[in-house]
């Protein structure tokens, strides 16, 4: 194998140390969809087109002169606006439905936002200038973007201060009872219909926060949402609904994984490869239960 | 009698609409290719209920296939990919021939086989773990498609051109039309009589409750793979009959086209009403027509009003046309338990 990464080992580092940062953010898309999930047990395909739309505020803030990471601010404030609209226009008529009448009804917001997207900012890629500069570790042989550190604190901030949020608070109870028991939670005298738009609203200030990160760290295009959507949803079933070490794990494995496959087999197979590998996770998955006659469910 | 009234009429109307309406009939020849693509989804998401995003992964490799074997039958497959195919080489009209119906029966077969080989895996899982992970099958086909060179990655390659010298684009069309036409009634005769027999009949039963199929000693997996292989089969050629009359075939547009024909199927299966033999037909006619028809007004904005329409359709009309009906007119459109049904289910036991 002649492959660059096993002439320079170093090159394996790097793809560690990338991993890892990408990964958290990754994470942080995960735990929104796995709390949607777990809640309203809908699956949001629309989930990438929320992270590409907060990365849009973020590029919109670095257009009009400021700079693009105060959009880890602004962005969350925007989408948890957004969200709870979405969820007052269409997604309240499909939270006690079929699941698949929720990945069909979010496949079509996601073809729509897509579109609206590409109408607004034009179908070029384009990114966020942060101007953050780099740290070089090891004699200058890894070069990691402080935009990439950057945004993996705000991750890790914004996650801890969710989990902290939903332990403490009245709202972040009734959604963890909601999530337990609907029927029983209501009967409690807990707002189901405000709780459930909370929780989506929540969801897409999670992906608006991700989305702007994205913005200063990659490059953003109107149609590379499902991506997102797909790693988000791996990540869940690799760790399971409501497990926030696993959901952070998984995320930075993912992440080392596909800047392992990046080198490797090249760019142009980086998204093949993540997809394939959540068809071969879930027909792992799917043998490993057959032999106790059960099924994912 | 009256049923053979009006499959006779309907017959007749496909094979003189070329020459009722010929400036449409590329239009209709697609709207055959629609009907395919819809009724065989419904064998997995209608009546097996495994609502399925990844019947365009067969669609794509029956049309790479068949443009492949028309090309590589004859001259080198990736000379013709770097040089833009038509412009250095040049297929005969018996070379076309052969390489077309060759192709088009590999079409059929290899995605049957692959429908067959990733079958055990993959329907193994339920509900919307199947559909996430055909979603990304997929896509993940088109991606991997768009990285070999051989296919011409992500720049697509073109397939034969009609050989000029036998006649012009209008013979083409007809050509096309009427393989198309023939395609789209061996699918529908073949899955009208597939219903009837005791595999439809399993089919329902593991829409129904797979749990009590199987605890009633139905070998559940053997007859989803069954399902998805004829399904398969039918959209590999549709994808390849697809390839030729496009005459361009690009990896993410129109072969492993997710956005488009694979939710095309699923929204015209639904549209239609999902289980029925004949909702995919009807929602294929009334989504083409609306397609076409109203594209033009929304130019530009035509993914906007697919996305729309997707959930204007799945939230609020999720039955279908022919659900509604059912409900509207059970007398006349509701399940009807004929001999050849009951003779089914006396067997069954």
Aim: net charge neutral; hydrophobic share 55%.
């Amino acid at each position: 194998m002649d492959l660059l990464i096993f002439k320079a080992p170093i090159l394996m580092v790097q793809a560690s140390m990338d991993g890892i940062l990408i990964g958290i953010l990754f994470a942080l898309i995960a735990y929104g969809m796995a709390l949607q999930w777990g809640v309203m047990n809908i699956i949001n395909i629309a989930q990438g087109e929320l992270v590409i739309m907060g990365g849009y505020v973020a590029y919109f803030m670095y257009v009009i002169g400021i700079h693009p990471a105060f959009g880890v601010i602004v962005a969350p404030i925007i989408m948890y606006f957004v969200g709870v609209g979405l969820y007052k226009l269409v997604i309240n008529k499909v939270v006690d439905r079929d699941l698949f009448i929720s990945i069909l009804a979010t496949f079509g917001i996601s073809i729509l936002t897509q579109q609206l997207m590409n109408f607004i900012f034009g179908s070029d890629v384009v990114v966020a200038q942060s101007n953050f500069g780099t740290t070089m570790l090891f004699d200058n042989s890894v070069t990691l973007p402080n935009s990439k550190i950057f945004s993996a604190l705000v991750s890790v901030i914004v996650a801890i201060v969710l989990v902290i949020y939903m332990k403490k608070s009245k709202l972040g109870r009734a959604i963890r009872a909601t999530a337990q028991n609907a029927r029983a939670a209501k009967i409690l005298g807990v707002d189901t219909e405000k709780v459930y738009a909370a929780t989506f609203g929540i969801n897409a200030a999670l992906c608006g926060v991700a989305g702007a990160c994205i913005a200063i760290t990659f490059t953003l295009h109107p149609y590379v949402g499902l991506p997102y959507t797909v790693r988000s949803f791996m990540i869940v079933i690799l760790a399971g609904l409501g497990n926030l070490p696993g959901v952070a794990l998984s995320g930075m494995a993912l992440g080392v994984f596909e800047e392992f496959a990046d080198y490797l087999l090249g760019t142009e197979f980086r998204i093949g490869a993540v997809f394939l590998l959540l068809v071969l996770i879930l027909v792992y998955r799917r043998f490993k239960l057959s032999r106790k006659r059960e099924y994912l469910k | 009698m009256k049923n053979i009234l009006l499959y006779s009429a309907l017959l007749i109307f496909g094979l003189v609409a070329p020459f009722l309406f010929p400036a449409f009939k590329m239009q209709i020849s697609f709207l055959w290719i629609l009907i395919i693509l819809a009724m065989t989804w419904d064998v997995q998401g209608g009546q097996m209920g495994y609502n399925t995003f990844g019947n365009i992964l067969f669609f794509g490799i029956g049309m790479y296939l068949c443009a492949g074997i028309q090309i590589g039958m004859f001259f080198p497959l990736a000379e013709w990919t770097i040089s833009g195919g038509e412009k250095t080489f040049v297929h005969t009209p018996t070379q076309y021939f052969q390489g077309f119906f060759v192709g088009l029966i590999f079409a059929g077969i290899v995605p049957a086989l692959v429908a067959g080989l990733i079958g055990y895996g993959i329907l193994g899982l339920r509900g919307h773990y199947f559909a996430i992970c055909t979603l990304a099958l997929g896509i993940a086909a088109g991606e991997i498609a768009g990285g070999i060179e051989l296919i011409g990655a992500g720049q697509g390659m073109t397939s034969p051109p009609w050989p000029k010298n036998i006649g012009d684009t209008e013979l083409r069309s007809e050509f096309f039309y009427y393989i198309c036409l023939v395609l789209m009634i061996a699918t529908f005769v073949f899955l009208q009589w597939a219903y009837k027999t005791r595999f439809g009949l399993v089919l329902n039963a593991i829409r129904d409750n797979e749990d009590k199929a199987e605890a009633m000693g139905i070998y559940t997996m053997r007859y989803k793979i069954i399902g998805w292989v004829v399904s398969a089969f039918f959209v590999g050629m549709a994808g390849g009959l697809m390839g030729n009359m496009v005459g361009y075939i690009e990896p993410t547009e129109i072969a492993f086209a997710g956005p488009t024909f694979g939710v095309f199927m699923v929204l015209m299966a639904i549209l239609g009403g999902k289980g029925t033999l004949w909702g995919p037909v009807i929602g294929a006619t009334v989504f083409h027509i609306f397609k076409e028809g109203f594209w033009t007004f929304f130019l530009g904005w035509q993914y906007v009003a697919l996305g729309i329409l997707i959930v204007v359709i799945v939230v609020f009309f999720p039955e279908g046309i022919m659900g509604w009906f059912r409900e509207k007119y059970p007398e006349k459109f509701g399940e009807v338990i004929d001999e050849a049904d009951r003779k089914a289910q006396v067997e069954l036991k």
